[in-house]
């Protein structure tokens, strides 16, 4: 009975193909609005994790803490120095790493040919805490770290411009005004989250950089990599005490410093796009009610066309309920048709959309599901209407419709 019913409904999409195909429509849009959205949204929020992840695990950054512009502070600005660093280093327990950097836009010249890079000076702790491999090459000796030698690691991306495919190991490069020789080739990172190139890097000895780059003996950064299970939010405390301590921050003096919680960051870039992408999947799934508007309209014309139809399959013995399944089974075929329709198309703009903007393809078989039932149930809900007014028809009246 049922298989029976399914046949004559998709014989009837079939004979008026053209129109079934202008009423499905809007279910199409929809379906495939709310997968492209939500399949979107699900890659861009996978990528920020990605972005977040490559900066290293547990990662606390300290930064000096500048006055707001135009407003009133009751704090110095101070840069972070080595005091700093010490107190931190003897202060701070369950960590893996913390590593001082101060950077700087520079331009870099092999050859012929010359970048812009952002040169680093930091120490060996900075691999760690930053989760980043040496490919080539090894790490600054100790004897480098003290005396300020010219020894760099570059990325991959000057690796790239310079030597190609080559092994730039021992080679001699331009940093700014100074010549530098390259020790160590870094691992690939990729571009982060804001379009910033990764592997444009040059590292070297915090103290060659504040010599031969900076001119000062300021510390720009602290990166802090809090040990696996440890508490983030334990550590910025003590890091905070320890600062203040360092820094000789009377009690009521505000803090001249910042310690983030990488963390933390993460958890709310991940909950805004989790939010923005529930609320375009919300507006992509109106067009869904249009559609079933659209199918409910359909129905209403295909009930009005069939009359004597019906009239002489109620006359011959058809009951009422015969009648009303066919009428919303025709509905659900229609709006299933149109779903999985949708489904394919959403998945292609999906795709499409993650090889252009590099996000991952993040496929939810939750979502093609709820797509696919959903769109079902519009068609049952929508085309209740027209199968009851079909079924309640009055045979003798059906009979005499022209």
Request: neutral net charge.
């Amino acid at each position: 009975m049922l298989f029976e019913t399914i046949r004559l409904a998709l014989r009837s999409v079939r004979r008026n193909a053209l129109r079934s195909f202008l009423t499905l429509l809007g279910i199409v849009i929809g379906v495939a609005a709310v997968i492209a959205m939500i399949t979107i949204g699900t890659g861009t929020t996978e990528k920020v994790k990605q972005d977040i992840t490559k900066l290293g695990s547990n990662l606390l950054t300290v930064q000096a803490l500048r006055p707001m512009r135009g407003g009133d502070t009751n704090f110095t600005p101070r840069p972070l120095e080595a005091s700093d660093l010490r107190g931190l280093v003897d202060g701070m327990e369950n960590v893996n790493a913390i590593a001082p950097t101060a950077q700087r836009t520079v331009r870099v010249v092999f050859g012929p040919d010359n970048l812009s890079a952002q040169v680093t000076g930091t120490d060996n702790e900075f691999f760690t805490a930053r989760n980043w491999a040496i490919l080539r090459g090894r790490e600054f000796s100790e004897s480098e770290l003290r005396s300020g030698a010219s020894a760099c690691i570059i990325g991959q991306t000057v690796r790239n411009q310079f030597f190609g495919s080559g092994d730039p190991v021992d080679s001699l490069i331009r940093v700014g005004r100074m010549s530098c020789r390259v020790i160590g080739v870094l691992e690939a990172k990729g571009t982060s989250g804001f379009g910033q190139d990764q592997d444009a890097v040059v590292m070297m000895p915090l103290t060659t950089f504040q010599r031969r780059i900076a001119g000062n003996r300021n510390i720009g950064q602290i990166y802090i990599a809090v040990q696996e299970g440890a508490s983030t939010s334990d550590a910025v405390l003590a890091a905070q005490n320890i600062l203040r301590d360092t820094r000789r921050l009377t009690p009521g003096q505000e803090d001249n410093f910042d310690v983030r919680d990488m963390t933390q960051i993460a958890d709310a870039m991940t909950s805004t796009t989790t939010v923005m992408t529930g609320m375009l999947g919300a507006l992509a799934g109106v067009s869904l009610l249009v559609g079933g508007i659209g199918i409910m309209n359909i129905m209403l014309v295909s009930v009005t066309e069939r009359t004597r139809e019906i009239g002489i399959r109620l006359a011959i013995g058809a009951h009422e309920k015969h009648i009303l399944i066919q009428f919303l089974v025709e509905a659900t075929v229609l709006s299933l048709l149109g779903g999985l329709i949708g489904i394919v198309l959403g998945l292609s703009l999906a795709g499409l959309a993650s090889y252009t903007l590099s996000i991952p393809f993040v496929p939810s078989l939750t979502v093609i599901g709820t797509a696919v039932g959903f769109s079902a149930l519009i068609g049952m809900v929508f085309g209740f209407f027209p199968a009851l007014r079909g079924a309640r028809l009055d045979p003798i009246d059906a009979l005499r419709h022209e």
